[in-house]
């Protein structure tokens, strides 16, 4: 059965300060939980309230309403899983990167990491200020890809102060896309949701590439769809797939 | 000053049922109100805390505490309007269209609004059990693309059924996207963001088409994301930018 202590902790972990105190973060579904429990990350507890899940240990048993308590979700999805978070992960600087700066909507993050994952690209760097991966709200929009991609978080101009990467960022003002030939490695940067990327990150960025728009009306596309389109491109490109 | 009347009215257009019966949407947010006033939209009302919005017989002055009452945002942003919907557009079936069944989630709905105002395409057509275009959240996810798009609800196996149109459907089983030979015009369909085409639906399509997969741990991609993928390399192949 589940405890009131078991209760406060989780309804904590909405809070980013309580994620990182505690170490633990939390998922909800069967779909994710199922990919979750397959991959490397630590499982602490099991709240569902079907018989499947009564395989180990940390399964504990709760009715629907108890999960109701419990769940960030409008309609809760038989399962609730309390995972640690992982140690900040070693990432290869020299490989191919996605680079996001400030950037604020859980759900554009954890679409972002679907698209890596969906794209075969590895690793996520964030700038400090950025949403915090295991936000409950990116941990579902990512359907359980977060297990598969490394992400950590670092200061960007320190970062391209101390060697030289390859850099390229999508920008309003840069040069098309398809006219721009991707290599092998490099990192990639996106700008927030908001106000793009900050000028003290543009200064320090080798290329600039835009999607071709063709409506001057509009002002800007939607964050994680930038980052689909031109992954499509650069992996075509490397690929010719 | 507002009255009680029109904050019953305007809470009440949260819901499909009552958009129909009174015909009325609200929109808010500065950026979405300056363009929607700009558009060919008729506006009812403009309800304002900023002396900005004091031009016209349909502007109502309100506090900030009267607008949080009739807000559908965490953090309303100074405006709210009240606008009529659009009659039923005409489209042209026989120019390049986006086509979406039972596409649910307002925010999906909304980003594919501004990404075909992007990429210039005009006309979406949605099957009769998806999401209402004038839903608050598509709204908001439009960023005011809402006015410069033709959207419209219809029986999707009636239209294929009464005239062959060239028809292409987003499938995780077709051709590889960039082997497609788009033309200049045709309906590309898109399936529900849980279940995809229907069966039904699937059988009526002549071209099915995939987005390449580096990663076979990966079920899907998001709906929004794949629209602006097939979107971007459908305007590379007939503009060549």
């Given at each position: 059965m589940i405890t009131k202590n078991q209760i406060k902790l989780?309804?904590?972990?909405?809070?980013?300060?309580?994620?990182?105190?505690?170490?633990?973060?939390?998922?909800?579904?069967?779909?994710?939980?199922?990919?979750?429990?397959?991959?490397?990350?630590?499982?602490?507890?099991?709240?569902?309230?079907?018989?499947?899940?009564?395989?180990?240990?940390?399964?504990?048993?709760?009715?629907?309403?108890?999960?109701?308590?419990?769940?960030?979700?409008?309609?809760?999805?038989?399962?609730?899983?309390?995972?640690?978070?992982?140690?900040?992960?070693?990432?290869?600087?020299?490989?191919?990167?996605i680079a996001l700066e400030e950037i604020n909507d859980p759900g554009n993050l954890g679409t972002i990491i679907r698209l890596c994952d969906w794209f075969g690209i590895k690793n996520i760097i964030c700038s400090t200020n950025s949403v915090d991966c295991y936000n409950p709200k990116v941990i579902q929009a990512s359907m359980g890809s977060i297990c598969r991609i490394n992400i950590s978080y670092m200061d960007f101009h320190k970062l391209l102060d101390s060697e030289n990467y390859r850099t390229v960022a999508a920008d309003?003002?840069?040069?098309?896309?398809?006219?721009?030939?991707?290599?092998?490695?490099?990192?990639?940067?996106?700008?927030?949701?908001?106000?793009?990327?900050?000028?003290k990150l543009s200064s320090q960025i080798d290329h600039k590439i835009t999607i071709q728009r063709f409506n001057d009306n509009v002002e800007s596309l939607n964050l994680a769809t930038s980052v689909g389109i031109i992954l499509s491109e650069f992996k075509n490109q490397t690929t010719g797939k």
């Open positions: 989780i309804k904590s972990l909405r809070l980013k300060k309580n994620r990182i105190q505690s170490g633990f973060f939390i998922a909800e579904g069967e779909k994710i939980i199922d990919e979750l429990l397959e991959s490397k990350l630590e499982v602490v507890n099991i709240f569902s309230s079907s018989e499947k899940y009564n395989i180990s240990d940390y399964y504990i048993p709760i009715s629907s309403s108890q999960l109701k308590q419990i769940s960030n979700l409008k309609t809760p999805n038989k399962v609730l899983g309390l995972f640690k978070v992982p140690k900040n992960l070693k990432i290869d600087l020299n490989s191919n990167i309003l003002n840069g040069q098309n896309l398809r006219d721009f030939t991707f290599s092998d490695n490099q990192i990639i940067f996106f700008g927030s949701e908001s106000n793009g990327l900050s000028k």
